[in-house]
Nanobody
Framework: QVQLVESGGGLVQAGGSLRLSCAAS????????MGWFRQSPGKEREFVAA????????YYADSVKGRFTISRDNAKNTVYLQMNNLKPEDTAVYYC?????????????????WGQGTQVTVSS
């Protein structure tokens, strides 16, 4: 069983930055693909970013490329999402997810474990 706990969300003005963290329990973190998804009211959960088990490969939604950076520290069992130049449309609950080492990272269906989410609100 893996538990994921997100932190770092909050209220920020447009153009500002936030750094989300996701701490994972268990011994399988270094073997897991880690992803970030977000969901706003009335919308489906959407892919934001993902990192392979070593962090050597990263993936981003077109809407966040160049603004968000995913990274991971396997020694700390933690994955991060650095969000810069935030826009009001980035407002959502952000979820961390963990999946197997060989999986399609862009869809939510392959992820096994999910965190409880952290709210990010960007004011204009």
């Amino acid at each position: 069983q893996v538990q994921l706990v997100e932190s770092g969300g909050g209220l920020v003005q447009a153009g500002g930055s936030l750094r989300l963290s996701c701490a994972a329990s268990g011994r399988t973190f270094s073997m897991s693909t880690m992803g970030w998804f977000r969901q706003s009211p009335g919308k489906e959960r959407e892919f934001v970013a993902a990192a392979s088990r070593t962090g050597g490969s990263t993936y981003y939604a077109d809407s966040v490329k160049g603004r968000f950076t995913i990274s991971r520290d396997n020694a700390k069992n933690t994955v991060y999402l650095q969000m810069n130049n935030l826009k009001p449309e980035d407002t959502a609950v952000y979820y961390c997810a963990s999946g197997g080492p060989l999986m399609e990272p862009h869809t939510p269906f392959g992820y096994t474990y999910w965190g409880q989410g952290t709210q990010v609100t960007v004011s204009s």
